[in-house]
């Protein structure tokens, strides 16, 4: 409500058009109201430039498949769905073409886009349980236009395979990181890098890992400079923010 | 050492002005300075671009003097020293010439260098407590050639507040939001933004506050994208790391 | 035997109709119809004022289907049975004339009563995964004679949608807030209305959800004034706290 | 600028006494008073119709005298003050006429404003250490036009001293129960009352009381229906909610 | 081998019955009974002066039926394993003459001994949900010899319920109180009863019940004196102390 | 209210002496009303059998005097006050003979009393940091008319020191184990007694002691049966709990 | 990068044979390139001197039976596989000639090597149900080469026990002790004993146990010295650092 | 209690010397009686082969002159005190010839003993603030006999000066790894080395760094083998296990 709308009212109210209890009503929703939602709303695409993604993990295959198909009529072309069970999955792909990475419960529809991105996205992981959330993490970049380099299984522990790949690291315009028993390789990639390093706690591993809070502890304690952490197991998370900051 | 440094150094060693034995040497002087209680890692600049940076809060005024007289010595303009309380920063102040910001706790040596980011940082805090830590991140920032805008005091229970600054959020190329009370915060700027947002959890806050943990939880959980988190009161992690970004 | 029917009663003493040994057998029947696993407190519904519920999560069908006949059979007209599994509820639907609410594992034996409280209640939810609680809270507050309007999947990570229904954020005389990962969206509707505010945090979410432990903190620390938080996933304690407040 | 005083401003607007640019101004100028630390909500009144609060803590004697300043400046008649240390008082007392209740460390600006409130509040406390959080939640009542009943040192471990007040129990609109060590009491209260039960976790106590949280999880764990909670010691918003409830 | 069997062995050596040596290879096999994976500590009858107890729940049936013929071998008339899934129950009760009590888990080999308690143990839970953990503490009392009064279903929320059993609760000698949502339960009762109240937090519930923890922070915190925790479900723990008590 | 009082009031509803509102409320309040408590108020030394007792933590030290003052002049003889500061012990002691133990922070009024205990009270501790509190059960129970032996600083990690006392531990009606940095010393005294023991966690120690949380889980954990908890630091509450069963 | 080789850089620096960017680029990661790890890995076995184990939880029975291959076609003879569930060792049994340990379940292939530990290693338990972790201890220290005594089921709830067998503990060269419920184990042992005592806490229990945590806490705060944990269940982690310390 | 003494006692029996109770009493002692303490007691130097220690935190200044007195009168020549302050120590040292290591908080009486350990004990730190907590390890290794190499301030996050130091790394016979934020220092050494590394949480750092548990944890969940953890800041601790070892 500009000034020129309050002045009308006030003008209406004077008039006797609008009773005072009317506009009271008005004036109090004003401060939300001039901001332009609802062409925001439609041109979502626009203002975060990514295709869609459904978050698969509490719908049914039908709802996913429902979703897919309003897209799809409405030529989305590049459609990202992640957390899909296999069971799902099977489901889902008898109807609508859908490529499914097993590992990393991500289904795809369409092709890869063309590369947009301005460098090369590194993803790091300290053991082999941790690659289902590495792999979602690739996945959603490669699906938002990344070209991204692996780098699996060099926990700190045996610190010379991360250093055999100093190349990897030092070239890389994003890293992400994720481990679950092993918080600490975000830390030591962290100070090896000259980038944004994201790092992903995973909820795998035993005893006192509990769940990811070790490693989310241990990533957020880290005392390298750079490097940020989002929500365990978040591996999209993880992939969009990469490939966000490699798009800027 | 920066990168600028070596680059002129190598270019003298190129034109024959500095002999190949006197680079030899500095370059290996270059990656520590022992001064007894703590390695100054100055190759740092190098391999990782910036000025530098004395964590303050576990040294004395002595020790932070002579690691600033040290680095001044090899020739560093731009010192930021963070977590320095008032008493030190009086002490520091006679030895060395140093502008102390008193909110954030932050001494800064040299003035702030010339602008070299790319974009414009914003800075959103919660509420009037969360300011040393969002004014130490601006400063970093700062300190590290970027534009900053401050948007302070928009919490989300008076939602209208933080509305009327969209354009500031829009602008940004990297958002820093700081809370303590409120993590929403970060939920809220991450969905109104199409930027990358570092969320600083504070310790401010009473009750189920728990020294910042509730915000950091809440920060985690954001269901925006693009929205990373870092340590409970790193206002210096949350402003490197925007300047990195802002950098790329 | 609620409020209405003790004053009818008191009528009837007075005008003779009933005779006070029948009054006072009629009286001292009600607090306790013990059937053997649990004392039915019937005298609540004079104390308290509301119709029965069944607490179904840890009874057994034929429990269950017991409790709700000898209530019945005392001449109660509306009950609601919550947490009651798929499984259970065929079973209980197959000997009394319950209605099944599957979505929020509900059960209500007889109609919808005639609305008795004085405005509307909101009940708002972050996203779908939390429409199970909401839905509890929604039909609780419906079965005790509330008019609820429903404004499901609205999360502040997509602010617009919150801000195209402030009508309905503003004609509501109590709010119910039922979020998982988006425990922000307690303070942004608490900041946006000028009623009370229940937030119910819900257990669903992944990684640092913790089982809604962060959204329950993230509620607490809301800087709204007005607003209160009942337990985890308890859609009917905040369903019948919204009912209590509207028929004040 | 509360509801009453913009009902009277577009009466005197319809009436002529006001232009209606006058009448812009003074609404555009309502929603914030920059006074440089912090952005001042007059808009507050209207939206939410409440007299203005200072939160103390976190702000110098001087700040709060500018605030205080600032807001009478606008014609606000009642301002409340809460978190306000003895030595501030003092300091603040010189300046502006602030009646301050020391217990509750609750500062007063102008008189107790009439009673609007629709029926009684109750303030129940478990012990004498719990006194600071609840006088601070019947100051606050009472600043809002309630009527405050005071029951203290009414602990369940002597439940007869509860039960021999029944009477305000039964008689209560909304009551306000603050309790560290006895987090039982909101479960006791709450099964007696048929009114709404705001529950506050006090964070005094020793042991596994942890500053609060015990009492925090038993509340949140009660049984009664009708009782929610709000932050550990937020005696102020558990005392702004019941006025809320007081006067739908 | 109990004090009793002791005392007989004593008096049969006195008396010229048994032989020394007989008597020293009595006792000395008494301490163990080596049976492959684990020893029973059949001295600890004698030492600690009650019937043996087996621990079912990391045990397969067969490992309980090859300890109850060692132990009735030995004539060991009475005796109790606890946590026995119904499962086992049925592989055991094939072997060897157990009573299987369904609820509490618990079965029992041998009559009930007489009653050799002095007074009257009380067990009170708040709900039905806590009857297994009651059940399983008022089973154990039994087997060692005490006569238990069972008051089940009176949480604080219906306080008069409790109430009503006043006469229980000031007869009884020892109580034990059973709760997972009312840990208040144990204050109520501590603050009614002039005997020692032994309180044990059940791990039913929901939310914020976080397996128990909540109700056992409860119970630690309880004001009334008299009161003391057993951990978590420990119903057989809570029994057994509560004997230990009523035979002092 | 007894079946007469409600026949009389049916009776005074139906002559009209009475209003059928009036009634209502009479009603409601019923089931509360029959249980004599302003008696049992008078009584309650009958009831509980024991001395006065103030918690001196939260009142300051003329509160303290006047609370004894009043008690005197009610001729209490015996009067204990625990955690007095050795500051405010300097002001009570200059108007009421109080004789303080510094170490336990206890104030005394009156002789200690006839023993009147059945047994010896046992109090064992850990290390001497654990002092404070073990002093504070063991005066709290000679307060209450028990001999008492004291076993101190006997740590499991040097067993002999603990076996060398197995006499007081075998003599003993009741123990009371108190211990923070070494849980284990309740489950080691648990399983060589046979009579109840109970465990007081203290807030001493260090590191992952987490101010008695360790000592209090290692306690509840005790495989020792007869072991029950007190609340962290809960001297008095052990002392008084052992009294009560050492009087049984 | 060893002198010589920067001088050589430095040289094709002045000589225009290499590029200053790329001189830059070789300095950068010259810290980390002089430690011949190509060397270090081929040698590992000589580095750390142990037979190989794989870590059989988060692999197929298939991946697992390929490394097993892949290893022996490299001459390993003694392979350990943990964590191996019963249906994934009856699969790799098929192929492979493993020797499964149900109790423990750990996988060897090869027969236990010759004993080449210096002194005796001790595993003792608290329970039976921590024999799973004790039994990957023993099994690992075994394969490593060591003579293992086993003391199960001593836990001090049952003091004798332990104390039957100080000759064990005095003869041992390095002691592993596994508790879940008897988290003092460590303590009395570590007491006990004049050699480095490696505790293993283990995620049986249920009530306040939590998975461990409450033994893990318990044996960090032991107070006797010589006593270190490693991670809750860490059985194979226990046995090797107790074979480590046995073969200096 | 050995078979003779068990034979004699019955022979008494038997003739009426001994009664049936006294008896039952001996008996019941026997378990614990045969293992000779008051010898181990005497010979305790020689049972651990260690000099003494003195706990100072929780002892006066007047405590600790008195115990090193009584030690010095019984010709013991090493003495070192932990946690000592430096007020304390002014005090001590006017009476008792103590060096006091200021930075430690470590006093020591008596010149360093000659070494007696066969390698060298490795010292690292994460930071110059853990260095109190290495500085006692390394303090406590020295006064038990062993040749100490201190690595101070190497980092994970600038691995460069870690791996500078590999030498150090590779012959060290035993390593103590102390970090507060950099938990990941244990993992990374842990890799490096071949021999046991102690891993010591300091409680320095902020925020989500909890005291020194996000460490604890970081270190517990270390995936090198041959890494075990002592209690937050137990630097005394690591330094007694490491010297232990090193004497094996």
Not at 117 to 130: E, F
Not at 202 to 218: C, D, I, K, P, Q
Request: charge should be negative; proline fraction near 3%.
């Amino acid at each position: 409500m500009d000034q020129k709308e309050v002045y009308h009212l006030l003008e209406q109210v004077k008039s006797g058009e609008v009773s005072i209890d009317q506009a009271i009503l008005d004036l109090k929703e004003a401060p939300y109201q001039d901001i332009g939602y609802a062409k925001i709303d439609t041109h979502r695409g626009l203002r975060q430039g990514i295709p869609e993604v459904i978050y698969g993990a509490g719908k049914t295959a039908d709802q996913i498949i429902g979703i897919v198909k309003e897209m799809t009529a409405h030529h989305q072309k590049h459609i990202m769905i992640t957390r899909v069970s296999p069971e799902k999955a099977v489901h889902i792909g008898d109807k609508v073409p859908m490529i499914y990475h097993k590992l990393a419960r991500f289904g795809q529809i369409g092709e890869m886009p063309e590369k947009s991105g301005k460098g090369r996205i590194l993803v790091v992981t300290g053991g082999t349980s941790d690659l289902p959330v590495s792999e979602e993490a690739a996945l959603t970049a490669e699906m938002l236009g990344n070209t991204v380099d692996r780098l699996y299984d060099v926990g700190v522990s045996g610190l010379h395979r991360l250093l055999d790949h100093l190349d990897s690291i030092m070239n890389a315009r994003v890293i992400v990181a994720a481990a679950g028993m092993e918080g600490a390789l975000a830390s030591v990639v962290g100070g090896l890098a000259d980038c944004p390093v994201i790092a992903v706690p995973t909820s795998v591993g035993y005893g006192a890992s509990f769940g990811g809070l070790s490693a989310l502890l241990s990533m957020l304690n880290s005392c390298a400079s750079g490097v940020s952490v989002v929500n365990i197991d978040n591996g999209f998370g993880a992939g969009y923010l990469a490939s966000m900051i490699n798009h800027i």
